[in-house]
């Protein structure tokens, strides 16, 4: 799986509930997300996985189904990066 993250021209703007408006560009695209997103956003500013951000949920919330929230981390990241708030980083590693 290829490493996100936050585009360089990407502005988040919280807003008083927790939520968040994230903006592309000059404003071009902008979505509105919620807490869960919001958080995810933030460690995508240095770039990770699918696999290492829904990791990180699954300790954090030990309850959940795990199942339930790689395909909610999978989805949110598709959906963002469809949107242009995320892009690919880093490189993949080399087999020759």
Do not use: K, W
């Not at 699918?50 to 339930?68: K, M, S, T, V, Y």
């Not at 981390?73 to 242009?84: F, I, K, M, T, Y």
């Amino acid at each position: 799986m290829s490493r996100l993250r936050l585009r360089a021209d990407c502005t988040i703007r919280p807003l008083p509930d927790g939520d968040a408006v994230v903006a592309a560009g000059e404003g071009a695209t902008a979505v509105i997300v919620n807490q869960s997103a919001h958080a995810i956003l933030e460690i995508l500013a240095d770039g990770g996985s699918e696999e290492e951000i829904a990791g990180l949920l699954c300790e954090r919330f030990p309850g959940q189904d795990a199942a339930a929230v790689r395909r909610d981390v999978g989805a949110l990241l598709s959906e963002l990066e469809r949107a242009g708030i995320l892009e690919p980083c880093g490189a993949a590693s080399s087999t020759a």
